[in-house]
């Protein structure tokens, strides 16, 4: 462990950057508000750069330990501790080197926004808690971090607070994420009372010395302290479930994904940053980080892969009904999170970060790509009125159509490497699974089929007949570019062990993770990429076949009067999963709050406590005291004798 102080810049710069445009922003001139953001965040990606190569030189990871923040006697002090590994590293890289990319994007799409300097300032502001919940040694300052991209994302989702379903899908998020927190801020107790502590590296010490067989700690009971006649197995699979509902928040997985659709509502590089490449990733982060414990529970494992199962193929059929282009890109990032969790769930922890990896890539082009359409169209985010773009705006019809790919998983795209490699574990270790990620994959091809389709051939379908097309500026342009290139070759991070790669991002993870591997042959691989390949091939050719020239007519009359009109309508409606949760959530808790307002505020609070009983202590204590008034000297001695005598023994039996 290598002490490297300058770590704390990597959150401060940033921060820093927060502040001062926030302060000061609104009188800065644009270009010197540009300056500040994007130096600030250019600033980390360095620091974050020269710490990963002071690992890779020395095979040692980095600690800067700030300050002691509570000193306790039972769990030891507790410090403001950041630390860089091999885990940390990778996300720290996307974190700020495609978070760049994305401030430099911002500069062409938000040139006309009057706030300017306040979309900035929160921006920077989510890189520096995104930073701290990365680089946070321990979970309480992880949990700093944790809280504060959740802040971050309410103020950019309601950016535009003006408009009432924009500041209400804000709102929403922040609501919804405060329920996973719940479930977060449990398992981090459940941890600190079994094991003392919850830094990451005294905790891996601590598992070690209870062994790595599930079964005996499932036998061996708790002597003392609060779990007390429990046993060790029992409070582990409870700690790391209810962290995994903290995960389901912030990573909107089953039943916590409804926010996630809605936080489109933000400005589009708010989504391709927060919502596609980097926040909504750190319940994944967050379960690889403490897959040492999910090791040990096979029941905590087991939940995290059917949930990730369950939430890919779930939310790629809501994608395969949505018009809104953005809404699409949104469930096809809580399918794809999805994946990122069956990867974690089977033990192949590398995997589920190679995704992470791959998917800020290619979904940060997909979102971006999305905005420069959205933009050239005068904000229209709806399909049915796009089309026939790839003339007007040929660099997004390219980046957009590898990232395309790449998101299907098409070789030798970076996706296809990733996916691959999930369904290979999950089919492994959990076959039905892994058929279930299979019929994502499918539905995944086809939903992106659909969309590029829609937008990009046929002809323009808007509306407006004199409508000119917006051409996106460089700013906005060479991010695309680049993210693409990234798409494409991201793949070679973590080629299969087949290839025999000299370096591979599994090699790299190593230090802190357990990798998993897989019993497979060549023949075997060969044939799970056939496979593979042909089920997104597939998809992709269906949803060209249907919709290369516009809307499906085929589709359009079976949906609306044919056999599939009620599924359609139950896709396109999202399983009614928000009608529900408001008849079984939100009306009863407005139920609830209208019982207090109109009836327990009114007559136990103001009546009760308010004015009923200090009226009856002020004046029946008058009333005492007034008859005491005797004037009587023997009796007011007598008084202060027996108020001495109860004094003097509480204290002696104190």
């Known amino acids: 462990m290598l002490s490297y102080d300058a770590l704390a810049l990597i959150p401060l710069l940033p921060l820093l950057g927060a502040a001062i445009l926030g302060l000061f922003g609104p009188k800065m001139d644009r270009s010197l508000v540009s300056t500040v953001a994007l130096g600030t965040v250019l600033g980390s990606f360095a620091v974050t750069a020269v710490g990963v190569v002071m690992i890779m030189l020395n095979h040692a990871s980095l600690e800067a330990v700030l300050w002691t923040w509570i000193p306790t006697d039972r769990f030891g002090p507790l410090q403001l501790t950041l630390g860089l590994d091999q885990l940390s590293a990778v996300l720290m890289l996307v974190v700020t080197g495609v978070g760049f990319l994305i401030h430099v994007y911002s500069v062409g799409y938000m040139e006309g926004d009057p706030a300017y300097s306040r979309y900035f300032a929160y ?30 994302s309410y103020l950019l989702i309601g950016f535009w607070y003006s408009d009432d379903a924009k500041a209400s899908a804000g709102r929403k998020a922040f609501i919804v994420n405060r329920i996973g927190d719940f479930g977060f801020v449990l398992g981090t107790i459940a ?22 067989d599930p079964e005996l700690l499932g036998a061996e009971t708790i002597r003392t302290g609060i779990f007390a006649g429990m046993t060790v197995g029992s409070v582990l699979t409870f700690a ?72 890919a193929l779930f939310a790629a059929t809501i994608g395969l009904a949505q018009n809104d282009i953005k809404k699409v890109l949104a469930y096809s990032t809580v399918s794809q999170l999805g994946y990122m969790f069956l990867a974690a769930g089977v033990g192949a922890y590398s995997i589920a970060m190679f995704h992470v990896v791959t998917h800020a890539f290619f979904k940060a082009c997909l979102f971006l790509g999305s905005g420069a359409v959205i933009h050239a169209l005068h904000g229209e985010q709806d399909m049915q009125k796009m089309g026939g773009l790839k003339r007007e705006l040929p660099a997004v019809y390219l980046t957009f159509g590898i990232s395309t790919l790449a998101l299907a ?32 994959a499918f539905l995944t091809a086809l939903y992106m089929a659909r969309l590029f389709c829609l937008t990009f051939f046929g002809k323009l379908r808007h509306p407006d007949p004199h409508l000119h097309v917006h051409h996106p500026s460089p700013w906005m342009t060479w991010p695309l570019y680049i993210l693409a290139g990234l798409a494409v070759v991201g793949g070679a991070l973590n080629l299969p062990h087949l290839f025999h790669p000299p370096a591979s991002l599994d090699h790299f993870l190593e230090p802190t993770m357990r990798i998993a591997t897989l019993d497979a042959s060549l023949s075997h691989e060969i044939m799970l990429w056939t496979a593979s390949t042909l089920v ?119």
């Open 123 to 152: 921006l920077n502001l989510f890189i520096a808690m995104m930073s701290v919940l990365v680089l946070g040694r321990s979970l309480p300052v992880l949990f700093i971090g944790w809280e504060g991209v959740g802040l971050a």
């Open 536 to 654: 997104a091939g597939s998809g992709l050719g269906l949803g060209w076949w249907l919709y290369k020239d516009g809307p499906s007519l085929l589709i359009e009359s079976q949906t609306k009067t044919g056999p599939l009109a009620w599924p359609a309508k139950v896709l396109a409606n999202k399983w009614y999963v928000d009608e529900i949760y408001d008849v079984v959530v939100v009306r009863p808790a407005r139920f609830a709050g209208a019982i207090c307002a109109g009836l327990i505020d009114p007559w136990v609070v103001d009546g009760v406590l308010v004015k009923l009983i200090p009226s009856v202590f002020v004046r029946g204590g008058g009333l005492l005291l007034a008859k005491a008034q005797t004037g009587n000297v023997q009796v007011y001695a007598t008084m202060f004798v027996i108020a001495a005598a109860v004094v003097t023994g509480f204290w002696a039996t104190w």
């Open 240 to 311: 790391c479930v209810a962290l995994f509902v903290g995960a389901c928040g912030k990573s909107a997985q089953i039943p916590l994904f409804v926010w996630l659709p809605d936080a489109m509502a933000g400005p589009t590089p708010v989504s391709a940053l927060i919502h596609a490449a980097t926040m909504v990733t750190a319940g994944v982060y967050m379960v690889s980080r403490l897959g040492f414990l999910y090791d040990l529970s096979p029941t905590a494992s087991g939940i995290v892969a059917t949930v990730g199962a369950a939430t």
């Open 191 to 212: 941890l600190m009372g079994l094991f003392g502590t919850a830094d990451f590296v005294e905790l891996k010490k601590a598992v070690s010395a209870l062994g790595s």
């Open 409 to 440: 998983g098409i070789l030798p795209l970076s996706g296809f490497f990733s996916k691959d490699a999930i369904l290979a574990h999950a089919l492994e270790h959990r076959p039905v699974l892994g058929l279930m990620g299979m019929a994502g």
